[in-house]
């Protein structure tokens, strides 16, 4: 069985080159071994950022945040969503990719 995948992260404008690999013989792990390839040549950070509660908000949404401490702005994808309630509080908690 062969696989024939591309897979792309961002943008898409960095070539990673083919692989080949014979022990890649399911989709899962192909695309395993692409994203991790991929993740090898771009830097990311994972950043955990508490917020007011947020019903809306799923894992792969892109985000953009605003850092009023640091006067930046930046994008990142939402990879873990953790809704919190503390006595009468209410937050949501997110875990965001963020390029280096």
């Known amino acids: 069985m062969s696989l024939d995948l591309i897979v792309v992260r961002d943008l898409g404008d960095r070539d990673g080159g083919e692989v ?3 022990l890649l013989t399911t989709v899962a792990v192909a695309l395993g071994k692409g994203a991790q390839l991929i993740n090898s ?3 990311v950070n994972v950043v955990t950022l508490k917020t007011v509660f ?8 892109l985000c953009e ?10 994008r990142g994808i939402i990879m873990g969503v953790n809704h919190v309630i503390e006595g009468p509080s209410t937050y949501t908690q997110l875990e965001i990719e963020r390029q280096a």
């Open 65 to 74: 945040v605003m850092d009023a401490m640091q006067g930046i702005t930046w």
């Open 41 to 43: 040549y771009t830097p």
């Open 20 to 22: 080949f690999d014979p």
């Open 54 to 61: 947020r019903s809306g908000v799923r894992k792969g949404q």
